[in-house]
């Protein structure tokens, strides 16, 4: 059981699960726009979320040159081996959608890494985090894919970044409730600012227009409206029973397992 422990922490920490997160909402944008699977589009959000995450986490720890544990030495390998999985499949995306994920490699980057001040990034910008994070999840989930494949830019493009970029934003607000204890006060998170109540109000009521955005598309899918409806209500349901006091797996593993669970939704109906 010891050994299982230690995977599954590896499992999480790796930045595994996220990635897996990350690819659900990629498959879930090819099936919403019945385009078929890409396995670059695929491979490339998958290992560049596990490569994208670990540097955001553990970038502080390479640079300080502090001496690495096991674990820590497994996921720099994981690390490295995504990163070249991913440049692998980043080369094999069309030109358009290279540049694009350029750009959100870049807000990754000053995201992560001091540039504009020593010892100040992006994420120590206060109020900034969540749009960032949310920009990025948005753009390389629904975005990406869809430029890949060649869909044009009409109004349900649109819809679907507006959806998703609202879904990331409550899933987020989950993890400032979780993390507001161990949170600096200068980040000026939401729950920091309007407190914990409130903050699962606005989460929410941010989850209603992402249902009633549906109607807006040009063809409406029932079967849609539906799996969007379990979606909300179980987003809602870990929105209302999140508190400073749960386990960090509420959120790292639990709450980012929603996507997936999004996706499995869709081809059980």
Known sequence: MHAIGRLFNFYINGSIHVA???LSLVLMTNHMFQNPFDLAMAGFAFFGTIFGYNFIKYEVFFRNKKPFRLE????LVLSLISFLASAYFFFCLERITQIVAIIFFGL???????VFSKKKNIRNWSGVKIYIVAICWSGVTT??????????????VILKCCQRFLLVISLILIFEIIDLR?????LKTVPQRIGVKKTKILGILLLIPLYFLEFLKSQIDVNQLFVNA???????????????NRSKYYTSFWVESIPMFW???VYLV
Do not use: Q
Request: proline share 6%.
């Open 20 to 22: 897996v997160a990350v």
């Open 72 to 75: 820590l030495k497994a996921i």
């Open 108 to 114: 990754t980057f000053l995201y992560t890494v001091p």
């Open 143 to 156: 975005l990406l894919p869809l430029i890949n494949a060649g869909t044009e830019v009409f109004s349900d």
């Open 182 to 186: 161990t949170d600096d006060p200068a």
């Open 230 to 244: 379990i979606l909300i209500v179980t987003t809602s349901l870990f929105m209302i029973f999140a508190n400073e």
């Open 263 to 265: 996706l499995a939704m």
